[in-house]
């Protein structure tokens, strides 16, 4: 697989990827149509905060798998794109958490003790003890907003300081809060209102641009601002002003709205704001811990492994991989089989599980199921763009468990239907790694799900099997194994066969046109 990295990363990462057996290839600072073309035969594309990766990107990169972005932040990635071209996209939001909070806290300190400006008044050889009275974290507030990984370590580090913690976050539970002794707000005026610090940790989204203006930062009023998420955030401009006159004490910021810094920026002119040049991952421990992790998640895609950190599609870790990862492409079979018996114009899927496997964390299973269901459509699709497909479609998807399975410890059906009709196709594991079909609609059969296969509904009559078999002979077509089961004597029966090769469509015309065959239909699975 073809890996193009188009901003640094930490040669733990690009060793790890080449020991895998993958083509690293380097790229950095490319952009425009340059891009475009270091892109249109990669596999995988590992970027930092560097790399705009647009829809356009996606549409010169037939090939593409997955983004790897090696840090938290995703601002940069359309993400929406990715999964319409059906690309994974992830990140590594815990190889620099420390760092980044780490970074978070100094810079509090850094801007309430005047460090850096004290540090440049003695180098320039002044003495300028009384010119710094600084401020104690003790017994003061910190307001985070956002209230994320980051932000929880930040929160933890300084409220064991003495600082009470208060919080804004929509979507952060009252016990997550409670958790790390954080007083939980409604809205952001009032966590700045109640706040002497506050830390911002929230991605750049369109709700959370310029999010901090003037008249927010006037609810902080005596209070200090520190931001190692994402520029953007807060107003600049504003920013400068309210420290400059007064309104805030001071202010300490490791990212901007435009990066470099441009010049010209108000932060520039304004003592009491430190800045730094976006250093909050900047530590060897980080830079390899997210190295390697995206390393890791690319080669996870590479093998066709759920990927740990995947931001459009289902995400599993290592335990509950080992759990699900065998009932993956028995969803996928069980889909694609199904799609192909029911040849309508299905509008709901619904996925069944019962026994084992109704106790796990099956989001990524049901993908697969969509992933199956889709196959056999001109559409290209995979697990993560399988779930926006039937969305896009208005195809109702459903999924219920349940503790009974029948005769088998697992079992998963899918069921597809226009709201009539339906048929459902039931399966599960032999042994843990022999899939098997037992069951399509009322039938009880055990049939082995693999290349071609002939699905036969007929009447339940002496020499129809026997029929069947001469047709195909005398077709010179094969059969490898057949699984054959019925719902009473006399009544409806269903044949499985293993083929060979596909049957020619005279031969299926054939068989359907003897009065003891109801239908005959071929389903196509491949040699997966």
């Known amino acids: 697989m073809k890996v193009l990295v188009t901003d640094p990363i930490a040669d733990a990462g690009l060793t790890r990827l080449r020991e895998a057996g993958h083509d690293v290839e380097t790229a950095y600072e490319v952009e425009g149509d340059a891009l475009l073309d270091a892109v249109a035969d990669a596999n995988a594309l590992i970027v930092r905060s560097g790399t705009e990766v647009t829809e356009e990107v996606f ?21 929406d794109a990715a999964t319409d071209h059906g690309v994974i996209v992830a990140n590594a939001p815990e190889g620099n958490v420390r760092a980044a909070a780490e970074h978070s806290v100094a810079m509090a300190f850094a801007t309430a003790r005047s460090i850096p400006q004290a540090h440049d008044r003695l180098k320039s050889g ?3 003890k009384g010119e710094f009275l600084g401020t104690e974290v003790n017994n003061k507030t910190l307001g985070v907003v956002g209230f994320g990984r980051v932000g929880q370590q930040v929160a933890k580090r300084l409220g064991s300081l003495g600082m009470d913690i208060v919080t804004f976050d929509p979507y952060i539970s009252q016990e997550r809060a409670d958790q790390f002794g954080a007083e939980l707000v409604d809205d952001l005026d009032d966590c700045l209102a109640k706040s002497d610090f506050i830390t911002i940790h929230t991605p750049l989204t369109p709700e959370t641009e310029n999010m901090i203006g003037e008249e927010e930062l006037a609810e902080l009023e005596g209070g200090y601002v520190v931001n190692c998420a994402r520029g953007g955030i807060i107003d600049e401009p504003a920013l400068a002003e309210a420290v400059e006159d007064g309104v805030l004490k001071g202010a300490a ?21 430190i800045v ?6 900047s530590t060897e421990a980080a830079q390899e811990n997210v190295a390697t992790s995206t390393a890791d998640q690319i080669i996870a895609a590479a093998n066709g492994q759920p990927v740990a950190n995947a931001l459009n599609a289902p995400s599993l870790d290592e335990a509950t991989f080992k759990q699900v990862g065998p009932y993956l492409d028995l969803a996928d079979t069980a889909g694609r089989i199904a799609v192909q018996l029911f040849g309508g114009h299905m509008s709901e899927v619904q996925v069944t599980y019962a026994g084992d496997i109704a106790e796990e964390d099956v989001e990524y299973v049901t993908a697969s199921a969509l992933k199956g269901v889709f196959a056999p459509s001109d559409l290209q699709v995979n697990a993560v763009n399988a779930p926006q497909i039937a969305e896009d479609r208005g195809i109702d998807v459903t999924e219920s468990k349940t503790r009974s399975s029948e005769d088998y410890q697992s079992l998963i059906t899918v069921t597809v239907s ?5 048929v459902s196709v039931c399966g599960t594991q032999f042994g843990g790694e022999e899939p098997r079909i ?11 799900p693999h290349g071609h296969m002939l699905v036969v509904r007929n009447r339940d009559e002496p ?15 094969n059969i490898a194994g057949m699984f054959n089961g019925r719902e009473t004597i006399g009544g409806e029966a269903l044949s499985v066969y293993n083929l060979d090769e596909q049957p020619p469509q005279d031969i299926i015309e054939r068989l359907n046109g003897d009065s003891r065959i109801i239908e005959t239909t071929y389903v196509e699975l491949g040699d997966e």
């Open 418 to 422: 226009d709201g009539e009709e339906s």
């Open 59 to 79: 549409a010169a990169a037939p090939d593409l798998i997955i983004v790897g972005r090696a840090g938290i932040g995703v601002d940069n990635i359309d993400i």
């Open 126 to 128: 002044e003495w300028a």
């Open 463 to 477: 020499g129809t099997i026997g029929y069947i078999g001469t047709v195909l002979g005398e077709a010179d077509i």
């Open 253 to 273: 910021l490791d990212v901007f709205g435009e990066e470099p810094l441009p010049d010209d920026s108000p932060l520039l002119d304004v003592e009491d704001i």
């Open 438 to 448: 037992v069951r399509i609609d009322d039938h009880r059969i055990e049939a082995v």
């Open 276 to 281: 730094t040049p976006h250093l909050g991952a």
